[in-house]
């Protein structure tokens, strides 16, 4: 079974331009800037959506300074 995502048309503008890109994404959380290196994902250049998948969430939840405190609970 493939789980990979694909999608041919964007969930909120219904462009048929949104595409597959692998960019590091750069986000903030309580002032705290983060980086998480070489997101695949889809984005739409008509309305900016982006569509994450499974692993594209897991991946943002390592790197996120917002999930670090519930990870180090789960781990104790």
């Not at 969930?11 to 290196?37: A, E, H, N």
């Not at 939840?61 to 789960?74: M, N």
């Amino acid at each position: 079974m493939n789980d990979k995502l694909s999608i041919k048309t964007c969930p909120t503008c219904g462009s048929d331009k949104i595409q597959l890109v692998v960019k590091d994404v750069t986000r903030k959380y309580k002032g705290q800037t983060y980086t998480v290196p070489a997101m695949e994902f889809y984005e739409c250049p008509n309305c900016g959506e982006k569509v994450y998948d499974k692993v594209a969430m897991q991946k943002i939840e390592a790197y996120s300074p917002a999930y670090r405190h519930e990870h180090a609970l789960a781990e104790a």
